[in-house]
């Protein structure tokens, strides 16, 4: 089974950290090749600046929002793709915002089984493996879900179970934050690659950005 790919995220507390850039350009040799960041908490003239540089730097680039309106939702796809970011992750899913990934050849992996009151995860396994198979349907790249924020059951539970019933490439965002999670992405199907923020700014995994890269991705590869 093919490992899930480390998508270094410099955010958090669901906003790019101020010092971004400098923190890429020390960790960049690491061994990650896709990094990305969230339209929240950085311009617009430095969100490009940094995706640039990411590019230049050879990374596949994302940009996530956390957003679920449409009007911004669609902003942050026009700034996606006039900054020249490789994928769109997050917001819920809008024609309007798969017609712009689609125009600048950027793909789009939209959330689905939010609570639109606190875009949590909630509800009955069940429901929510339906909804993504609905928005699996349109004429998207693949899907992204904050598994491990499920808050009605048991995370790992439905985790396994959307792995397991959708098909097209499943991104998980946040709250990778331990070891024993990482091991629960390893056994699952699908998972195009998961997202990590935070616990390196907290330094879960290790002291520096690049020594916790090289830890979590020395460990995705233990069998």
């Not at 350009?25 to 940094?50: M, Q």
């Not at 712009?100 to 689905?112: I, K, L, Q, R, W």
């Not at 439905?158 to 934050?177: D, F, Q, W, Y």
Request: with cysteine.
């Amino acid at each position: 089974m093919a490992r899930p790919e480390l998508i270094v995220m410099l955010t958090w507390n669901d906003k790019t950290v101020e010092n971004a850039k400098e923190l890429f350009l020390e960790s960049k040799d690491a061994p990650a090749k896709f990094w990305g960041c969230k339209r929240e908490g950085i311009s617009e003239e430095r969100l490009r600046d940094l995706i640039t540089t990411m590019r230049n730097a050879g990374k596949e680039t994302f940009l996530e929002t956390v957003a679920i309106d449409e009007e911004h939702c669609l902003d942050t796809a026009r700034i996606a793709a006039e900054c020249g970011a490789d994928h769109l992750l997050g917001t819920v899913y809008f024609d309007s915002v798969q017609k712009v990934c689609d125009e600048a050849g950027m793909t789009y992996s939209p959330f689905f089984g939010l609570d639109p009151a606190d875009t949590r995860l909630r509800g009955t396994v069940e429901d929510i493996v339906a909804d993504a198979k609905r928005v699996e349907t349109q004429n998207i790249w693949g899907l992204s879900f904050s598994g491990f924020r499920y808050v009605s059951g048991d995370p790992a539970e439905l985790i396994r179970a959307v792995c397991n019933a959708v098909e097209k490439p499943l991104t998980l965002m946040g709250s990778v934050n331990s070891y024993e999670r990482l091991d629960v992405l390893k056994e699952v199907p699908n998972l195009f690659g998961f997202t990590i923020g935070g616990a390196f700014f907290e330094k879960v995994f290790g002291e520096t950005f690049p020594e916790q890269i090289e830890a979590v991705h020395n460990y995705l590869l233990k069998e």
